[in-house]
């Protein structure tokens, strides 16, 4: 497992090396094809940063390489904003006082019918807290067989699952699983995640593990910016990635990046703010390290950011997001768990793209890769 590995790997030490890199070391970098943790954290460094031109062409270079001009749209629906972690930076904190909603199958059809009248949605994104009295395994399962008949590639994003549910949900229509680790930072993981299951620092980091080995086609990955020292953070998913791709090679990977935005209220501050400058060095040295992982911009960020960083190693995006349970019809007013950035319909991000000389994509999954996979397992059987 992942734990055991990373074990194996010093925050601190690591931190030091990033801030030692040189000129050198980031040219050394940027001459290779295939890089190395050590290249990635050169071109994260701060001496990287009289770089940025040429790492945007080469990261240009490489999309269109292995991407073409495609840009792979989905959409997200919350299922419920019900949980029992304390994440102390999370609108969804059960301390929270709120009204929790938990979408019924009804309401879960009314919610998909509604997006594909959005634009022709087929990558839908199944978000939860994490609270599986409420939101457990066959609730999901449920969940996915309503939502199969209406789109043709299907994720989650939900609490951490053992390898034979991940296994039982690919018999519904599973295709890929998002989980983000938040900070690798072990020590300090607790101060954000007191209590709950989130808590359980082991469990959550080897969940990747556990899709591996359920077979499950795709897995998103990342780190939540703000928490802890982000080149640190990026540093570690960059090995978590590595090891993924021995171990379960046949599998597709995924990256995101999402930023804390500093609270306008008493709400939690991060403790580190990642710059729209810093972001496009981190995307770039992430498409030079790896050139064929999947790498995912939310509405978070800003559309102008977006539209910018479309063209130079963003392969995927969301569009008309609602960060609250239901939010495409039944509960339009209910507490996101995070405010969008951009707000553009679907329809106005795909003209934008379309403008850019892109491609957008809404289907890159068909239920006949279901069947072929569903043929292969009975055949192993």
């Known amino acids: 497992m992942f734990s055991e590995y990373l074990k194996s790997i010093s925050w601190e030490e690591t931190t030091r090396a990033i801030y030692s890199k040189r000129e050198d070391d980031v040219k050394r970098a940027l001459s290779r094809r295939s890089c190395s943790v050590d290249d990635f954290m050169a071109l994260i460094s701060p001496a990287a940063e009289p ?22 749209l989905f959409i997200p629906l919350y299922l419920t904003n019900s949980c029992t972690n304390s994440c102390v930076y999370c609108g969804f904190h059960v301390s929270n006082r709120m009204k929790r909603t938990v979408l019924t199958f009804e309401e879960m059809e009314n919610e998909y019918r509604a997006i594909k009248r959005l634009g022709p949605f087929e990558n839908l994104l199944l978000v939860t807290g994490e609270n599986p009295a409420v939101a457990g395994v066959e609730y999901l399962a449920r969940a996915l067989d309503l939502a199969k008949p209406h789109f043709s590639n299907l994720k989650i994003e939900v609490m951490p699952l053992k390898s034979e549910e991940y296994a039982y949900l690919t018999e519904h229509g599973l295709n890929g699983v998002i989980c983000f680790q938040e900070t690798y930072n072990r020590e300090r993981y607790n101060i954000y995640h007191p209590r709950g299951m989130k808590s359980n620092f082991e469990w959550r980091v080897n969940a990747p593990d556990r899709m591996g080995q359920a077979g499950v086609h795709s897995i998103g990955m990342g780190a939540l910016i703000g928490l802890e020292e982000w080149r640190t953070d990026v540093t570690m998913l960059a090995y978590h990635l590595r090891y993924l791709q021995k171990h379960y090679w046949k599998t597709k990977y995924s990256v995101n990046f999402p930023r804390m935005r500093p609270a306008e209220n008493e709400g939690f501050q991060p403790n ?10 981190l995307t770039f040295a992430m498409r030079i390290f790896d050139h064929d992982v999947d790498i995912s911009y939310s509405t978070r960020e800003p559309a102008a950011f977006r539209d910018n960083m479309a063209r130079l190693g963003v392969t995927t995006m969301s569009a008309e997001s609602k960060t609250e349970p239901g939010g495409y019809f039944s509960y339009p007013q209910a507490l996101e768990q995070f405010h969008v950035s951009d707000e553009r319909t679907a329809v106005e991000v795909e003209a934008a793209l379309r403008g850019l000389g892109l491609e957008p994509v809404w289907k890159d999954w068909d239920s006949s890769f279901d069947m072929i996979a569903n043929g292969e397992k009975r055949q192993n059987i």
Do not use: I
């Not at 770089?51 to 792979?72: I, N, V």
């Open 51 to 72: 770089y940025l031109e040429e790492m945007a062409q080469l990261s240009l270079r490489y999309t269109r390489e292995r991407f073409g001009k495609t840009m792979s």
């Open 272 to 281: 580190v703010v990642m710059t729209d400058k810093e972001l496009a060095q």
